[in-house]
């Protein structure tokens, strides 16, 4: 069983070399915050984050402050635009995530997420 571990962490490292070797590395180099440490190849990982809808930025900005108590403190107390801005949340969302009633991270992630099962019950009633 030892052995077959091996084996596969050494497939899963292989396969990552190839992808790396064919493209650009893609690296998270955001702590830390802002600026992380200048590894290359972090555009590359904001370029990606910033092409995806507005509720999975909204999940990396949490996941974020899973992270980094900075962040975290910059998102649940201070809910600083600055940092909504850098994730390009529209005013919309800003000023929805400012509204939430909510002191700690988890409350916070489980207002978006009961807003966000809400909405699309909502959209599932009106499609019927």
């Known amino acids: 069983m030892k052995t077959r571990l ?8 292989t396969s990552v070399e190839r992808t790396t070797a064919q493209s650009n590395p893609v ?8 600026n ?7 555009d590359t990982w904001w370029h990606h984050v910033l092409s995806q809808s507005e509720r999975e930025r909204l999940d990396n900005l949490i996941g974020l402050a899973l ?12 809910r600083d635009s600055s940092l909504f801005s850098t ?6 969302t800003q000023d929805w995530l400012k509204s939430i009633q909510a002191t700690t991270l988890k409350e916070l992630a489980q207002a978006i997420v009961g807003q966000t099962k809400a909405a699309s019950a909502a959209a599932l009633s009106e499609a019927a």
Do not use: I, N
């Open 67 to 78: 992270l980094d108590t900075k962040v975290c403190e910059r998102l649940v107390t201070q």
């Open 6 to 13: 091996v084996s596969l962490a050494a497939t899963r490292t």
């Open 36 to 42: 992380g440490y200048g590894f290359t190849g972090h």
């Open 27 to 34: 690296v998270m180099d955001v702590l830390p915050w802002p």
């Open 87 to 92: 994730f390009d949340l529209s005013d919309r």
